[in-house]
């Protein structure tokens, strides 16, 4: 996982991974957790933007 902006590294925890802030890894073993990490990485991007108007 890479980011410019939001620390990406609670979700690839959560994922059995790690890393830096903007750079973490993760293993996501099938489909169902692929698509639960992506919600995870909208509802955060959301979040920031809504509490960061100008960044974006």
Do not use: C, T
Request: glycine share 12%.
């Amino acid at each position: 996982l890479r980011s410019r902006y939001v620390a990406i590294n609670g979700i690839a925890e959560r994922y059995g991974g790690g890393g830096h802030k903007q750079a973490a890894g993760a293993l996501v073993r099938n489909r169902k957790e692929m698509k639960a990490l992506l919600r995870e990485a909208d509802v955060l991007l959301e979040e920031f933007k809504s509490n960061n108007p100008g960044v974006f």
